[in-house]
C-alpha cells in the first residue's frame, strides 16, 4: 500500500545545517530530461523567461543560466538561497513559497520543478496548481520531474502515476508526455521518476 501522508525536514534548517552537496536531489549537471527538451525544442535566447521551483541547491538554475536563458531560481528556505546566491550572480534567486507566491501573472515562458511539487502535502497539491498555471505565460510549458510510484524504497517524496499525474494537472495543463525516467542525485541506485511536459491551458 502507498503512504497516503509524508512527512519531510524543516527545509530551512537542513539547508543551514547541511552540505547541499551531500543531499540526495544534489546533481550538478542539468537534468538531462530538460536538456533534451530544451534541444529538441529549440528552445534559446535571453529574453526566454525561465523558472525554477524549489531552486534549493540552485545547481539547475545556473546550469539554466549559463545555457543563457533569463533564469529565476525560487526556494521557501531563506538559507538555500542565500548559500545559492553566492554561487552565481546570473541567477535571480529568490526567497518564494510557490504556495503562496509573489510572481506576476503570465512572468515565464517556462517553469522546471525538480522535487518540489513531490514533497508539498497532498491537500495543497490543487494550490500548487492554480498558482504555477498563474505565473505561466499563455501557452507556457511546465516541465516536471517527481517520484514514480515505480520507486520502492520507503522513504522519501510521494510518488505518482502517469494517471494521476493527469488527474491532478489534466483540467489546467495539457499532458505533452510523461516519461519514465529517474531521479539524478547522490543516491544509488537512482530513483524511478517520471518527467512531464506540459502545455498550460487557456481557460
Ligand atoms: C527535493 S528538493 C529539490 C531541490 C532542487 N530542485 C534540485 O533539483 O536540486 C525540494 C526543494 O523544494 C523546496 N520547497 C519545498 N516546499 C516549497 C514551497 N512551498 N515553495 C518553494 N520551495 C519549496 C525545498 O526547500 C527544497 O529545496
Redesign the pocket.
Known amino acids: 500500500m502507498p503512504k497516503t501522508t509524508r512527512s519531510f525536514p524543516n527545509?530551512n534548517l537542513i539547508?543551514r545545517d547541511e552540505k547541499v552537496a551531500d543531499m540526495p536531489?544534489?546533481?550538478e549537471k542539468l537534468d538531462y530530461d530538460l536538456e533534451e527538451e530544451i534541444v529538441q525544442r529549440n528552445i534559446k535566447g535571453n529574453d526566454i523567461k525561465i523558472l525554477?521551483?524549489?531552486?534549493?541547491?540552485g545547481?539547475?538554475a545556473i546550469r539554466l543560466s549559463e545555457l543563457g536563458f533569463n533564469v529565476t531560481g525560487?526556494?521557501?528556505?531563506e538559507y538555500?538561497i542565500e548559500k545559492a546566491k553566492k554561487l552565481s550572480d546570473r541567477v535571480n534567486f529568490i526567497i518564494?513559497?510557490?504556495?503562496n507566491s509573489k510572481f506576476k501573472e503570465n512572468e515565464f515562458e517556462y517553469i522546471f520543478d525538480?522535487?518540489?511539487f513531490h514533497?508539498?502535502p497532498v491537500e495543497d497539491r490543487n494550490r500548487y496548481v492554480v498558482k504555477v498555471k498563474n505565473i505561466l505565460k499563455i501557452d507556457g510549458i511546465l516541465f516536471l520531474k517527481c517520484f514514480s510510484e515505480k520507486e520502492e524504497r520507503e522513504e522519501g517524496?510521494y510518488r505518482f502515476s502517469p494517471d494521476g499525474i493527469k488527474e491532478i494537472f489534466g483540467n489546467d495543463f495539457k499532458i505533452q508526455s510523461i516519461k519514465e525516467t529517474v531521479y539524478q542525485g547522490t543516491l544509488d541506485p537512482l530513483p524511478k521518476a517520471l518527467f512531464v511536459v506540459m502545455r498550460k491551458k487557456e481557460n
Do not use: F, K
Not at 518564494?96 to 504556495?99: A, G, K, R, S
Open positions: 527545509w539547508y536531489w544534489y546533481n525554477d521551483i524549489g531552486t534549493g541547491p545547481t539547475q525560487s526556494d521557501l528556505s538555500a518564494d513559497d510557490i504556495l525538480r522535487g518540489c514533497v508539498l517524496p
